[in-house]
């Protein structure tokens, strides 16, 4: 139940409005509130009383939510904004689907909370936002070692809360009626497949296979947390930490539980089909009441219609947000909030030099907000993408500027990790500072140690140091547990690119070895003292990565030079353009997933784009005939980064 937008190779970003308080409804003449609790910023069109009883009941959530790992902070390093609507008439513009009552947009600069306080319908808006809104939790502060039935049971569990008598009450783990009959009408799943399921699973993709899944992840939470006189919630708790240890699955549930998964199997089974599982009800001594902790205050229209332009910004909905953003410069032109989601919508709409004017008012006008830096950071960033939108380079004066609004941003907000990310990718895709950078990563990731982006930039780092194990331990996770497909296959293929790199490095070790004991012997036939060689020598080195390379098929042959650029055509097909000797040759592939690219040496790592190359690379290129009727000089079957010093001997 995740609904996550896929990144690109720069993350792809809306807009957090830049003002301390905001309110949005479809109305422009309607009054507008804004209220800040201690972890949301509500705005809405709905009264204040309602709009603090929301930001009551998600403050509520999250405390209750802490109190199940006590030895874990609860981060959410990303603003949350939550916007009420008074009416469902209201709301409709604004939904993402238009039988919700409630929905929840993460993002990477600010999250999004949609509702509609009116009683009419008999959905519960709360449910799905709890639901994804522990996900976000989950991410934040447990990171990427939590597996899927883990993240989603708990989700699932904690969408049901409620709150009673006079706030003193909470009420959990209510019964869910469609996963009751889901467990009831379909086979039981073993808890080993149960934990096998990934994000590529068709236990999770299909249909009533994922049905399933989400009512056996919730049942099982259930059990663990309000089974057997809720003797499993401190090895739940426990359980949980040892996997942010680093503990295989099966070693922190053994030693969590003190039991073997089949035992524990048996006694759900049990559990199930006792069908004594219902809610549980928690009394606090004092209630759990936030509103003297907020503050509210009145909106203006024109921030009301910068705001309802973000919120159309983050749900893709660019035509529409245009529309608001300009009627708030209308009202008000030199608004720093709506100049900067002007500048926004610009970028997403591929209009870079268009947004930049937008971004430097608004940088000007509110120098003491981090987003106007970060936002125009991202711009400047932005304007060096190709036409596949991937930056490949920056030239250093642009580079220079990103990292001074950047570093203003980290000043402002020191615990948003995105500023971090940026300034990491700048420093990655220009190959400076790396110690630096790497420095910077871990402080970010400190903030939030889910961001899957920036510990593949920290993996990427560790792969150009040579720091294989470290890299390796960064990647897994993130092959395996990223929900989002693509960076699964990124790290994929930068793990691929560890394996080669650790073989061709222990043929070296092992030549030297050889050399040396060859060396020994063959001093001690001859007597006389000799200084024995240490270090491998050139050809020692060549003929490692010969015997590592990948060998030509039948029909298939190789060529050694530099790669100078990558043709990437919109309408598919690819030209790798080598310069060989004196000729620049081309050759052909219908696309990346077809080449086996290989890197064995530490001059490249990460993705490979589309563009001019810089720095140019010394490869080795495989390929078969070309097509008839083509153009090229055959058709590209593998490409393998190598040492500027190795020669390929014919």
């Excluded at 990477?108 to 996900?135: A, M």
């Excluded at 059990?223 to 240890?245: C, E, I, N, T, W």
């Excluded at 060998?551 to 042959?557: A, D, I, R, V």
């Amino acid at each position: 139940m995740k609904f996550r937008p896929l990144r690109t190779a720069i993350p792809g970003i809306a807009l957090a409005l830049l003002v301390t308080g905001a309110a949005v409804s479809a109305t422009a003449k309607d009054t507008w509130t804004s209220v800040h609790s201690k972890n949301f910023t509500l705005v809405g069109n709905a009264s204040e009383k309602d709009i603090r009883l929301v930001a009551n009941r998600l403050e509520q959530f999250r405390q209750v939510f802490g109190l199940l790992f006590p030895t874990i902070t609860i981060n959410s390093p990303v603003p949350t904004t939550v916007i009420v609507f008074k009416s469902d008439s209201s709301y409709k513009p604004f939904k993402v689907n238009p039988n919700v009552a409630g929905y929840f947009q993460p993002g990477e600069d600010v999250n999004y909370i949609t509702l509609t306080t009116e009683k009419s319908s008999d959905e519960q808006p709360f449910r799905t936002i709890f639901h994804e809104y522990v996900h976000l939790l989950v991410e934040n502060t447990m990171g990427a070692t939590v597996p899927l039935w883990f993240n989603e049971g708990l989700a699932e569990y904690y969408s049901t809360f409620d709150i009673k008598d006079d706030y003193r009450r909470v009420i959990l783990g209510d019964l869910i009626a469609n996963h009751v009959l889901y467990l009831r009408e379909n086979k039981f799943l073993p808890l080993r497949t149960l934990f096998a399921v990934d994000y590529k699973s068709p236990y999770y993709n299909e249909g009533n296979k994922m049905n399933v899944f989400y009512a056996e992840s919730w049942m099982l939470m259930h059990y663990l947390l309000q089974g057997d006189s809720q003797k499993h919630r401190p090895q739940l708790a426990k359980f949980v930490d040892l996997l942010r240890a680093n503990a295989t699955i099966d070693e922190a549930f053994q030693q969590a539980f003190q039991s073997s998964i089949d035992s524990v199997e048996k006694d759900f089974r049990s559990y199930i089909q006792g069908a004594s599982y219902k809610a549980t009800g928690i009394t606090f001594e004092h209630k759990l009441d936030f509103d003297s902790e907020m503050q509210s205050a009145p909106l203006a229209e024109a921030e009301a219609h910068a705001y309802l332009g973000d919120l159309l910004l983050h749900t893709r909905q660019l035509a529409g947000a245009e529309a608001q953003i300009q009627q708030a410069l209308a009202l008000s032109p030199d608004l720093p909030m709506a100049e900067a989601a002007y500048g926004m919508l610009r970028v997403r709409q591929g209009r870079m030099e268009d947004a930049r004017p937008y971004l430097e008012k608004a940088v000007t006008a509110n120098s003491q907000n981090y987003l106007t830096h970060y936002y125009y950071a991202f711009a400047l960033s932005s304007l060096s993408m190709n036409e596949y939108r991937v930056v490949s380079s920056y030239p250093p004066e642009v580079a220079a500027k990103m990292r001074a609004e950047l570093k203003k941003a980290i000043a402002l907000k020191p615990d948003f990790p995105e500023s971090y990310s940026l300034l990491g990718f700048v420093n990655v895709v220009r190959n400076e500072e790396v110690d630096e950078t790497i420095d910077l990563l871990k402080r970010a990731l400190k903030i939030s140690p889910a961001n899957h982006r920036m510990l593949f930039m920290l993996a990427q780092l560790y792969l150009r140091q040579e720091r294989f194990a470290e890299a390796r331990q960064l990647l897994e996770p993130i092959a395996h547990n990223s929900p989002d497909p693509d960076m699964r296959k990124r790290a994929e293929g930068l793990l691929e690119n560890v394996k080669h790199m650790e073989e061709q490095i222990a043929q070296i070790k092992e030549f030297q070895k050889q050399s040396i004991a060859a060396q020994t012997e063959t001093a001690q036939r001859s007597g006389p003292p000799m200084t024995l060689t240490t270090a491998p020598t050139q050809d020692d080195m060549n003929s490692a990565l010969v015997e590592a390379l990948r060998k030509p098929l039948s029909g298939e042959t190789r060529v050694q030079g530099m790669l100078t650029t990558i043709e990437c055509s919109a309408k598919g097909g690819i030209i790798f353009q080598v310069r060989a000797g004196d000729r620049l040759l081309k050759f052909h592939s219908n696309n990346f997933d077809g080449v086996d690219i290989t890197a064995f040496t530490t001059d490249v790592s990460g993705e490979i784009t589309c563009g001019v190359r810089k720095p140019e690379n010394w490869v080795i290129l495989t390929y078969a005939p070309p097509k008839a009727g083509s153009k090229s000089d055959g058709e590209t079957k593998a490409i393998e980064f190598v040492p500027k010093s190795f020669v390929l001997k014919p």
